[in-house]
């Protein structure tokens, strides 16, 4: 069974400051790696998706990398904002059957 | 497109009561996922469909819980006879290709079972 952690569960940091949020993963044999952010009483929305065969993705302030042989993801967010502050969450795709395994997330706090 | 529309946004119900939560996905998409967030247990998938057919319910926690997919535009989820411990926020995401392309989720529905 797939299991994912992210860590920290918690981070807060002055706006302008660099984002690091980590994800692991238990089993290497992913279809996709998926990071999403969730603000408070609100669903889910898609940042960024990494294919199995890729390294890294990008989207404007944001950057997440994949190594797949070691079960790593790290999502960059460059010169955080307050607007910034929501859950973000790690979620991974089994190479089988597409069923996603989410992490609990990591709040972010970025202080104005 | 409005997104993945889901209804109703807050229930408030009484142990034993049924319980019957709606999503409408994203036209054209061909699958359709239902997920259940509680603080204790993170966001786990109940369900999931791909046109219409139910393709996976090992989520699924007990008998007490059951989904239907009637056509492509309409999803149910029900619990008969809820119980506190279903309490949490269910989730309906869709999405066109499952593995390749990303998961859209809606807005949730927050159950309160008292």
């Known amino acids: 069974k797939q299991e994912v952690t992210q860590i920290p569960a918690a981070l807060s940091v002055p706006e302008g400051e660099n984002l690091v949020l980590n994800c692991s993963f238990t089993?290497?044999?992913?279809?996709?790696l998926q990071w999403f952010r969730q603000d408070p009483g609100k669903g889910l929305t898609s940042l960024l998706l990494?294919?199995?065969?890729?390294r890294e993705q990008t989207s404007g302030r944001l950057n997440a990398s994949l190594d797949k042989s070691s079960g790593r993801s790290t999502l960059y967010i460059a010169a955080s904002q307050p607007g910034d502050s929501a859950t973000y969450l790690c979620?991974?795709?089994?190479?089988?059957?597409?069923?996603?395994?989410f992490g609990a997330g990591t709040t972010v706090t970025v202080r104005a | 497109d409005a997104g993945v529309i889901q209804s109703p946004r807050h229930e408030v119900t009484e142990m034993g009561q049924e319980v019957t939560l709606r999503c409408k996905p994203i036209?054209?998409?061909?699958?359709l996922f239902w997920y259940r967030q509680t603080m204790m247990r993170g966001l786990e998938l109940l369900i999931y469909?791909?046109?219409?057919?139910?393709?996976?319910d090992s989520g699924m926690p007990e008998d007490r819980f059951s989904a239907k997919m009637p056509n492509a535009s309409f999803s149910t989820l029900k619990i008969q006879p809820s119980e506190p411990r279903d309490s949490a926020v269910y989730f309906c995401?869709?999405?066109?290709?499952?593995?390749?392309?990303?998961?859209?989720f809606g807005p949730g529905t927050r159950l309160t079972v008292l």
């Open positions: 995401a869709s999405s066109r290709l499952a593995g390749v392309d990303t998961q859209y």
């Open positions: 089993d290497s044999a992913i279809y996709n």
């Open positions: 990494i294919q199995s065969s890729q």
């Open positions: 979620a991974v795709s089994g190479s089988n059957d597409y069923k996603l395994s």
């Open positions: 036209s054209g998409h061909d699958y």
């Open positions: 469909f791909n046109n219409n057919v139910p393709i996976d």
